[in-house]
């Protein structure tokens, strides 16, 4: 009953900018922490931001300065902004939330389902 879908990856050569978006919607009572994540072949899922629902983020190392993450709250999206991106950013990207779907339920994480984002020349 909750969706979580994200759009905005592409090929993109090095140096670079894609604006990811993921739209939640559904039966959705409430938002908390909103995150991004990527895989890699081979890799395992890592953590790229987080927003909170006060809008408080933080990077992994790996993208500070490059990347970043922002929310709307009323349209219930998170973005992620990447700039200067490099060949070891591609990866498929996956969003992740926090939702209350029910007044008195505790949240649960729901995921997208993956856009690619390919950095070469």
């Known amino acids: 009953q909750v969706q979580l879908v994200e759009s905005g990856g592409g090929l993109v050569q090095p140096g670079g900018s894609l604006r990811l978006s993921c739209a939640a919607s559904?039966?959705?009572?409430?938002?908390?922490?909103m995150d991004w994540y990527r895989q890699a072949p081979g890799n395992q899922r890592d953590l790229v931001a987080r927003?909170?629902?006060?809008?408080?983020?933080n990077y992994a190392d790996s993208v500070q300065g490059r990347f970043t993450i922002s929310r709307d709250n009323g349209k219930n999206t998170v973005y992620l902004q990447m700039n200067s991106l490099k060949p070891e950013d591609t990866a498929v990207y996956y969003c992740?939330?926090?939702?209350?779907?029910?007044?008195?339920?505790?949240?649960?994480?729901?995921w997208g389902q993956g856009t690619q984002v390919t950095v070469s020349s």
């Open positions: 559904g039966s959705i009572r409430s938002i908390g922490a």
């Open positions: 992740r939330a926090d939702i209350r779907t029910g007044r008195f339920s505790t949240p649960s994480a729901y």
């Open positions: 927003i909170t629902n006060n809008g408080v983020t």
